[in-house]
């Protein structure tokens, strides 16, 4: 298993902060490692990657999608 399809299978909690979007899509943060990860789990993972400014980042990415 991957490392990004392995994030995205993560239960929420500690240093895994994610949310769900109005059209499905996973979101996971690491912030430990500062991995980013979205997608589908069943149908694979659509961006991975590390954010320049971490949970701020992620935090403006959580209110962008208007969840």
Do not use: C, W
Request: hydrophobic fraction near 30%.
């Amino acid at each position: 298993m991957s490392k990004a399809h392995s994030l995205i299978q993560k239960p929420v909690g500690g240093d895994i902060l994610g949310y769900q979007t109005k059209d499905g899509k996973i979101v996971r943060y690491d912030k430990a490692t500062n991995d980013f990860v979205s997608g589908d789990p069943s149908r694979g993972v659509a961006t991975m990657m590390k954010l320049t400014d971490g949970e701020n980042r992620f935090n403006y990415l959580k209110s962008r999608d208007e969840i």
